[in-house]
């Protein structure tokens, strides 16, 4: 016996992909399909990892790259976007959606060779709504210079509507090297290469102490002076590294406020105590 949807073809699948995407659309944990004549993982009809020669003229990747669960997951949920209603911001990810990604992921940069990128789309239901629709995280990542690099071009893909109403199959738009998106991203530990772009190391790089070399020859060092009776001695705290990274990390939250500011979400007293506290700590 035929299915129902055999005489309706295509409009019968996007009804029950709408219908399925306007109910939460509740992805498995696990690919529902690996395709190794595409080098695709297939989590669900609008989620998957894909291996894709790399851009022309981009250097090679270093792949394969070894990279566990738990840093896939640590990282790529740190990541965070503005919101117009809420200064924080929020993940780019939710915790249950990058369950079903780290797998695939994880497959696909040990499958990866140097010429190699990976493309991502995850769709997902965005919002406290149970009505809310699936929109669509688009990116490139490929581990590169020690680093997993990610580039985001969608944020917040909305293809639901054009599928619901018109039966218009989404046409998704990955970061590139070569030109930013516009979308604004920020994430702990992260070197924000451009505001769409993120570099999460895969070590950390041990910092070695700095040798100082006296500027005049010493023939002994004096001895230390007792304190004075009753008076703690303190050991004066480091001073905070500064290197790149934190700089361009505080670059991209002086521009998040001064987005805040201009939307009317900050006033201009708020603003200017925010952009002190930022400024006070380079």
């Avoid at 659309?25 to 894709?52: C, H, I």
């Avoid at 911001?89 to 797998?103: I, R, Y």
């Avoid at 020690?146 to 639901?160: E, N, P």
């Avoid at 070590?203 to 004075?228: D, E, N, S």
Wanted: hydrophobic share 45%.
């Amino acid at each position: 016996m035929k299915s129902p949807g055999h005489r309706f073809g295509p409009w019968f699948r996007a009804g029950a992909l709408a219908a399925l995407a306007l109910a939460g659309g509740a992805l498995p944990a696990k690919p529902l399909a690996v395709r190794p004549q595409d080098k695709q993982w297939v989590v669900s009809e609008f989620t998957w990892v894909k291996l894709v020669p790399k851009e022309a003229g981009a250097p090679g990747s270093e792949h394969p790259a070894v990279l566990d669960d738990g840093f896939l997951a640590s990282r790529l949920g740190s990541i965070r976007i503005p919101l117009d209603q809420d200064a924080r911001g929020e993940a780019l990810f939710a915790k249950d959606e990058l369950d079903s990604l780290v797998e695939p992921l994880r497959q696909a940069f040990a499958q990866a060779g140097p010429d190699e990128d990976l493309l991502l789309v995850s769709s997902h239901r965005r919002g406290a709504s149970f009505l809310a629709k699936a929109k669509a995280v688009t990116a490139r990542l490929f581990s590169q210079d020690g680093s997993l690099q990610v580039i985001v071009h969608d944020a917040r893909f909305q293809f639901m509507d054009e599928l619901i109403g018109g039966h218009i199959q989404p046409t998704f738009t990955f970061g590139t090297r070569s030109g930013a998106s516009g979308q604004m991203l920020t994430a702990a530990g992260a070197l924000a290469r451009r505001s769409d772009w993120l570099a999460f190391p895969l070590q950390a790089a041990p910092v070695a102490a700095p040798q100082v070399a006296p500027a005049f020859p010493v023939a002994a060092t004096p001895a230390a002076l007792p304190a004075p009776s009753g008076v703690p001695v303190a050991n004066p705290a480091p001073a905070p590294a500064r290197d790149e990274a934190f700089f361009a990390q505080q670059a991209l939250r002086l521009r998040g406020l001064k987005q805040l500011r201009d939307q009317g979400l900050l006033s201009e007293e708020e603003y200017q105590e925010k952009r002190l506290e930022i400024m006070n700590g380079l």
